[in-house]
């Protein structure tokens, strides 16, 4: 596992339903800490990383996501994955579920029976359906894929990307703060800097983050640390919340 690592938005309940499964937590800390091997980015020696892409339409072979949008989505990850080191390619031939209740469904069981049948070893597997339990799209640890909306991987939409940071261990830069959870103020990230390598999303070069809503760039609240001092939060980071936008990097 690499480290790169989701508010309403169209019909959409939330923007991102992802989870991180207690070993990718326990992982990022001990890459945080030190205690693994850093991986650093080569632009002349680049990583390629297959996605496979599952369409999921309803049970009669109905609804599929456009395949222009596809092409335009995995180009735009590779824009958004510059300078990592990392660049995606598709693999072919296309995956196709006719399943109307993953296509339809609103809740994570349902992707189940779908993911156990196309699920392949070794990739990046993204499943495009018309809903993702109500989200924009979001990262399953327990199923090891990625599911989005069709409504939210429109040209210029950062949902796929945004996701895929969540397979790779990344948190929300806004990390301890999702669903208006406000954390105790020695867990709240300082605009000082001092505890920035061990709460939130554990990057020092993340500026604190408490914006667990969408947002659209510049951010109008005003957000204040513990001691007191005025957060100015970064929305050009794709793990924020902030609108597509204005987010275009990790």
């Not at 092409?71 to 080191?85: A, R």
């Not at 999702?178 to 505890?195: D, L, M, R, T």
């Not at 007191?228 to 924020?240: A, H, P």
Request: with cysteine; proline share 4%.
């Amino acid at each position: 596992t690499l480290v790169l690592f989701c508010a309403l938005i169209n019909a959409q309940e939330n923007y991102c339903g992802a989870s991180r499964s207690k070993a990718q937590i326990s992982w990022l800390k001990d890459f945080q800490q030190g205690k693994l091997e850093k991986y650093s980015a080569d632009r002349n020696n680049l990583k390629y990383l297959p996605i496979k892409a599952h369409i999921v339409g309803r049970d009669d072979g109905t609804g599929y996501y456009r395949l222009s949008n596809l092409w335009t989505q995995i180009c735009e990850l590779n824009e958004d994955f510059e300078g990592s080191g990392l660049q995606f390619y598709l693999d072919l031939p296309l995956s196709y579920l006719d399943n109307t209740t993953f296509y339809e469904h609103q809740s994570y069981w349902d992707i189940n029976q779908g993911v156990d049948q196309t699920w392949t070893y070794g990739m990046v597997n993204a499943y495009f359906s018309k809903e993702a339990a109500g989200n924009c799209g979001y990262f399953s640890p327990s199923q090891d894929v990625v599911v989005l909306a069709h409504a939210c991987t429109n040209p210029g939409d950062k949902t796929l990307s945004h996701e895929v940071g969540h397979f790779f261990s990344l948190p929300h830069t806004f990390n301890g703060w999702e669903g208006g959870y406000v954390p105790s103020p020695n867990q709240q990230e300082k605009v000082n800097g001092s505890n920035c390598n061990y709460v939130a999303d554990g990057f020092c070069d993340t500026p604190p983050d408490y914006a667990y809503y969408r947002w659209t760039c510049p951010l109008s609240d005003t957000l204040i640390d513990p001691n007191g001092d005025t957060l100015d939060v970064d929305g050009s980071l794709i793990m924020s919340y902030s609108d597509d936008a204005c987010a275009n990097r990790f």
